[in-house]
């Protein structure tokens, strides 16, 4: 139905930077709200950011605030995740996920990509 599939991560040193890319597919995607999540091993998924796609506006959890930029192509279909000055702690595999509303928890979103890892250096 609706297809995201994460691309970008690798691994990186404190202080580098990466930028994630999330293309979306599918007859039905219509989206209102694109966000990304990661997960740590032994830690529950947490919210990372959001943009609404006719808007622009954004929303990021604290941990990323003035680091990490989310962005959209919407001729691509595509979000993306611009990240700046990675510290260790950004270590987890990140997921992209849409919604046809707003949305910030987990469980009001309707997609999930397959994630992809960020590994950030000491």
């Known amino acids: 139905q609706v297809q995201l599939v994460e691309s970008g991560g690798g691994l990186v040193q404190a202080g580098g930077s990466l930028r994630l890319s999330c293309a979306a597919s599918g007859r039905t995607f219509s989206p209102y709200t694109m966000g990304w999540f990661r997960q740590a091993p032994g830690k529950e998924r947490e919210f990372v950011a959001r943009?609404?796609?006719?808007?622009?506006?954004?929303y990021y959890d604290d941990s990323v605030k003035g680091r990490f930029t989310i962005s959209r192509d919407n001729a691509k279909n595509t979000v993306y995740l611009q990240m700046n000055r990675l510290k260790p702690e950004d270590t987890a595999v990140y997921y992209c996920?849409?919604?046809?509303?707003?949305?910030?928890?987990?469980?009001?979103?309707?997609?999930w990509g397959q994630g992809t890892q960020v590994t950030v250096s000491s």
């Open positions: 943009i609404a796609w006719s808007t622009l506006n954004t």
């Open positions: 996920a849409t919604s046809r509303g707003p949305a910030f928890t987990r469980d009001e979103y309707d997609y």
